[in-house]
């Protein structure tokens, strides 16, 4: 179920089955101020609805996030996400490789130390897969 969108650049669909958000990327264009009103909306949706996932399709992206949504997700994003009870981020890999990869594999590195499980898999339904074999059967680390 679509919840949120911003024309041309992405949309977000509430993924009752997997707990999860689900992020489907057209175009990384934004600004900060755009991302972070995503972000936060997410956030309240995953609050609202004890979401334990955030899936990102950026399979058919394109371009790349400017350098200050890199840092924000570097610094920011992880951090809140642990403190919302959202343990795992999972990434649907670029269909063609180039600069849009290069931006996701840099800012899922800084999932890790944050205590968030980063995962990449190849398909929206793969993530599903594996919220339903991995994330269903784990006990949450405090």
């Known amino acids: 179920m679509k919840i949120h969108e911003i024309p041309g650049k992405m949309f977000t669909q509430w993924e009752s ?3 999860s958000i689900l992020d489907t990327w057209i175009d990384y264009d934004i600004t900060l101020d755009e991302f972070k009103k ?7 949706q995953c609050t609202e609805n004890g979401g334990i996932a955030l899936i990102a399709d950026s ?5 790349v996030f400017s350098q200050e949504i ?4 570097t ?13 795992y981020f999972i990434n649907i890999k670029p269909e063609i490789p180039g ?9 899922s ?12 898999v190849g398909s929206v339904d793969d993530a599903k897969l594996w919220l339903r074999t991995h994330a269903f059967n784990e006990v949450p680390a405090e």
């Open 75 to 87: 610094k920011e994003v992880f951090h809140i996400m642990y403190q919302k009870s959202i343990r």
């Open 38 to 44: 995503i972000f936060a909306f997410n956030m309240k």
């Open 70 to 73: 890199q840092e924000y997700i």
């Open 59 to 63: 399979s058919k992206a394109e371009g």
């Open 17 to 19: 089955d997997v707990k």
């Open 99 to 107: 600069l849009t990869s290069l931006t996701v594999r840099r800012y």
């Open 109 to 120: 590195a800084n999932g890790g130390p944050s205590g968030i499980k980063i995962v990449d």
